[in-house]
């Protein structure tokens, strides 16, 4: 059994900083792309960024040069540093990993049970 648990969020002032973790527990071999998505009220869940695990990178362009994504491949753990921190980032944010190696086979499109960031004065 593979799961996914973040931890990090809470409430900050914008301009503020946060970071969320997120770690893989289980009998896991390897994780292929490891990412954080958003799902703000009313709105649907979108992408935040991935990271493989040879540590390519990608983006939303909303978050770009503000947020920055990183992992421990040996911990099976995803970060998110989240900084400048605006209203509009407000949302549940979602740890995902895709193509789980384990011992049987490989598991897809994985997801915590989310975290709660509120940017708010």
């Known amino acids: 059994q593979v799961q996914l648990v973040e931890s990090g969020g809470g409430l900050v002032q914008p301009g503020g900083s946060l970071r969320l973790s997120c770690a893989a527990s289980g009998s896991i071999f390897s994780i292929n792309v490891m990412g954080w998505y958003r799902q703000a009220p009313g709105k649907q869940r979108e992408l935040v960024a991935t990271i493989t695990s040879g540590g390519s990178t990608n983006y939303a362009d909303s978050v770009k040069g503000r947020f920055t994504i990183s992992r421990d491949n040996a911990k099976n753990t995803v970060y998110l540093q989240m900084n400048s921190l605006k209203p509009e980032d407000t949302a549940v944010y979602y740890c995902?990993?895709?193509?789980?190696?384990?011992?049987?086979?490989?598991?897809?499109?994985?997801w915590g049970q989310g975290t709660q960031v509120t940017v708010s004065s």
């Open positions: 995902n990993a895709d193509q789980i190696r384990i011992r049987n086979g490989v598991i897809y499109n994985r």
